[in-house]
């Protein structure tokens, strides 16, 4: 008869042991699942600290590239040329950043550093226009005084802007249009 009062503890005992074994492995797994997501995060370069917002779920961008709401961007550590910036961009099936508002650049955080955006003067035109020969409007950028237009456009996410010699070695940052 206490043969037969053991045997359900055993089973219960049995049961007990491998629903805890399948947690523990899930735990396990969830928590690798975690960790590699955060290690594959865009990771800022010194002095160019970044926020990432909600919204960069539809990107699928380079290594080292930032996805921000169906966009891919390249910040660089680096100074090169205005010129030079471009042709990198190029390299990389992208361009000088093309600011579509005032915003856009909203997850870097107090940062100081000016950066080459795609904005340069057309003595055809007569006008400042993007690299994909579009004209500046006036909720894009907001200039406080006149613009040399022989210099290329340099661009601070306080919002700033400074025209500066092409010639001048800055940051830059890449833009790439995913949709």
């Known amino acids: 008869m206490a043969a ?3 045997a359900p503890w055993r089973l219960i005992s049995a049961f007990l042991g ?13 928590l690798k699942n975690k960790l590699d997501k955060q290690s594959i995060q865009p990771t800022s370069s010194p002095g ?6 909600e919204g960069s ?4 961008c380079q ?13 660089s550590n680096e100074q090169k040329t205005w010129s030079e910036s471009k042709k990198f961009c190029a390299s990389q ?14 997850f870097m955080k107090s940062n100081t550093y000016f950066y080459w955006i795609g904005l340069s003067y057309s ?15 006036q909720d894009q ?30 940051y830059y940052i890449c833009k790439q249009q995913l949709i």
Request: charged share 20%.
């Open 4 to 6: 037969f009062q053991t």
């Open 18 to 30: 491998v629903t805890c074994l399948v947690l523990m492995a899930t735990l396990g797994i969830m």
């Open 48 to 53: 160019h600290p970044l926020e990432l917002q």
């Open 57 to 60: 779920g539809c990107c699928s």
């Open 63 to 75: 290594e080292k590239w930032i996805g921000y709401q169906c966009n891919c961007y390249f910040i």
């Open 93 to 106: 099936n992208s361009s000088l950043l093309q600011l579509l508002n005032r915003d856009e650049l909203h």
């Open 123 to 137: 003595e055809k035109h007569g006008a400042w226009l993007w690299e994909d020969g579009s004209a500046l409007s």
């Open 141 to 170: 950028l907001s200039f406080t005084r006149h613009k040399n237009p022989r210099d290329c456009m340099s661009y601070s996410p306080t919002k700033s802007v400074l025209d500066e010699p092409c010639k001048k070695e800055n």
